[in-house]
């Protein structure tokens, strides 16, 4: 073994960065957490990079790496773009004794970032000399999702009785055997917990084109009810979980919907961790309305991640695009079966779709105008979503009649417009009538 894995004691030392691209912001992600003080040199620099200058938490110096730079340095990364000049600052560091790091360029690395898994003090590094930082990354995803999250609080407080030990009781056998035990000690399990529900898109089978999200919930849930056509590689995942398959092939039903949701509310108030596993994505054709539906009226909580539906991965395969400025400018997703009903009048064709709109554009006169021309209801139920599933999510709904008049959200927006949308736009906006009332 040519490296000693080591963790170094950064707080107070000086790093340098050459570059302040993209590679650049994450390695200076990663170092600012040690309290290390950076100095970054590059002749220009990311937004993001220039507003930690600003706000003192590193130096910009905005010009070309100068062999001088490294004077002083503890630790250097080499994060340009250029090959060149990343092996000069390298060859540089060299003669002066530096440890140096040129990102992606194994020969000229005297140092690897590991993937780390952090619980408070505790650090789990793992390393591939660079051979496969994915690799890394993936066996960091799977020893996170088995580690509990109350290790790092339990950890500190083993941290307090060691060294009031080592403070009290003299060296020797005793003392080293009671320290031992203090370790050997279980961690303990989070307190209980209300369940929780997770609606899972599995995807096209694939388990490479899993969402993170998705695979970390599928490693960590304690119970799977899974549609039939999932695969076994996606549900050899989750070897700890009590996996049971709610599916149906051809028509032929192993279980009812009603049981469905009567088995997700069950695990979910024992206190378990379900995963509702659907093929392709939970939204597309799952019935996903009805279990949400189950779950709200049973007060349970729960929540959706979405996954690659079968649509997208079809055409990805062809390969072809499911839109085109010249011959497609639309998708309308059908199926071959709807729910049959007594007491509901069919709705007429033009209303019986979900209609998606990406990029509506600023002003929505043109598109609600044509809608109406179209014979669509004025009262139809619109809902435009800015930022989706991203911490700055805004959500406005309105009726078809009302959209021309609405503000624009902040791009990336989109338009949902549908029967389908009718029961979240009505709850919306009852919760902002709450909202103002209070």
Known sequence: MSQLPIFLQLEGRTGLIVGAGAVALEKIGTLLKTGIHLCVVAPEAREEIRALATEGKLEWIPRAFTPTDLDGIFIAI??????????????SAVERGVLCNSVDDIPHCDFFFGSIVQRGPLQVAISTSGESPAFAQRLRREIDAQLPQTIGPWLTELGTQRRKILATLPAGEPRKALLHALANRPVPLAEPREGKVYLVGAGPGDPDLLTLRAARLIQSAQVILHDDLVPEAILSLAPQAEIVNVGKRCGQKIITQEEINALMVAHARAGRAVVRLKSGDPLIFGRAAEEMTALREAGITFEVVPGITAAFAAAAAV??????????????FSTGHHAQSHNDAP?????????????????????????????LPANLPCVLVSHAAQPN??????????????????????????WAVQETAARYLAEVDASIEA
């Open 347 to 375: 709705l007429p064709a033009k209303e019986d779709a979900t209609r998606v709109v990406y990029m509506p554009g600023r002003d929505l006169k043109l598109l609600a105008a044509e809608w109406l021309a179209e014979g």
């Open 78 to 91: 080499a994060a340009t773009s250029t090959p060149e000049i990343n092996a000069a600052v390298y060859e």
């Open 319 to 332: 390969p072809f695009s499911l839109t085109d400025r010249h011959s497609a400018s639309s998708v309308i």
């Open 393 to 418: 999510q805004q959500l406005r709904c309105t009726t078809l009649t009302a959209l021309g008049d609405e503000a624009p959200l902040p791009a990336p927006s989109l338009l949902l417009a549908g």
